[in-house]
């Protein structure tokens, strides 16, 4: 009876990588997650990732997440289990998890802002326990998991679960990008490449990558970036105004979450322009209105919806969107611990996204 007793308490037990406050992680041992409400779906981890997210976590710039909290809120997975009201899906299913969850029936779901979900929103890795981990559980599974495709990679697709439709949404739509539009990016990290991707899509005519780092800046080239700038060695705003005849960019996206990217938006910015922030700020940033008053500016900030997630995973199924290619390194789920040392220090090793294969 005692050893039946300790195999069943072993097989309750998973690992994780925990939060235990700034610069604190650990993988370590948590109980596996179980069905909670009716519309729970609790899911295998077979590939996850790290975010920029996780790092502005771990510097402690998201109060909302305590300790001992699992992190992550990006991955692909096996449904292993399902509450008695969840209709979409069943066990042994391969799903793309969403980084926002969403019940899809209170007045902000339906109003397509499901990032303000009323009984979700990002909620994965920050209020409840997340993806890096062997298990995790998905609340309002229906509304919040996506069938995966047969014929897609999951490492491709666990891109769609957060930086693409982050980069899209955030970025590209909030932007207003049009035909033609002057684009620049400030920020050349795994979301301002998202959303030098998805730009793309309006062909606009010209696409100005905005970094410190000549890896990620000769990647943003090979992106379909036009022109890259370094701002350790060059002048930002005198470069963009002589790409720009003097005007400015139509539309300068954040995609960093510091103050000085920020700022480089508003002094590229040109008349009747859109600054779209996607960049997650842990510190105040300044808004220079005694520049911007008088010159049509608009300034736009949005948590993901994912409101685009159907229709992206029907252009990375079309081949047109090479998600996979953002994924620079490869670990095994438990070396994690690892896998954060190395996207700490993405200009070191040269990492967009880190793989997590579980």
């Not at 298990?135 to 069938?147: M, T």
């Not at 090479?322 to 996207?343: E, W």
Request: hydrophobic content about 35%.
């Amino acid at each position: 009876m005692t050893t039946l007793v300790k195999e069943e308490t072993k097989t309750n037990i998973m690992k994780a990588l925990i939060y235990h406050g700034p610069t604190q992680r650990a993988w370590e041992d948590k109980p596996k997650p179980s069905i909670k409400d009716t519309t729970d779906a609790i899911i295998r981890i077979t590939t996850s990732t790290i975010c920029g997210t996780d790092l502005h976590i771990m510097k402690g710039d998201v109060p909302s997440v305590i300790n001992g909290r699992i992190l992550g809120h990006e991955g692909v997975g096996i449904v292993e289990e399902t509450g008695a009201g969840v209709t979409q899906f069943k066990k042994g299913d391969k799903v793309l998890i969403s980084c926002i969850t969403s019940c899809g029936k209170c007045d902000y779901c339906k109003k397509g802002m499901y990032s303000h979900c009323r009984n979700g929103g990002w909620i994965l890795g920050n209020t409840i326990d997340g993806t890096q981990a062997q298990y995790v559980r998905i609340p309002h599974a229906d509304n919040s998991l996506y069938k995966a495709p047969p014929d897609v990679d999951e490492e491709a697709l666990v891109m769609l679960s957060d930086i693409f439709p982050t980069g899209f949404e955030c970025g590209v739509i909030n932007g207003q990008v049009k035909p033609g539009d002057k684009v620049a990016i400030v920020g050349s990290g795994p979301i301002g490449l998202a959303a030098l991707l998805t730009a793309q899509f309006y062909s606009p005519a010209m696409l100005i990558l905005i970094d410190q780092d000549d890896n990620r800046l000769k990647v943003a080239r090979a992106f379909g970036a036009t022109h890259t700038i370094n701002f350790k060695t060059e002048k930002v705003e005198e470069r963009v105004k002589a790409l720009t005849n003097g005007d400015g960019v139509d539309v300068a996206i954040e995609a960093v979450g510091v103050p000085s990217s920020f700022e480089t938006c508003q002094n590229i910015i040109g008349p009747g322009g859109r600054i779209a922030n996607i960049g997650v700020h842990g510190k105040p940033a300044e808004l220079h209105l005694e520049k911007l008053w008088d010159r049509n500016i608009t300034i736009t900030t949005r948590l993901v919806d994912t409101v685009t997630t159907p229709m992206l995973l029907k252009v990375l199924q079309s081949g047109k969107l090479d998600a996979k290619r953002m994924g620079t390194h490869k670990f095994a789920l438990s070396d994690v611990m690892k896998a954060y040392d190395t996207f700490g220090n993405a200009a070191k090793e040269n990492a967009l996204k880190v793989i997590l294969k579980g």
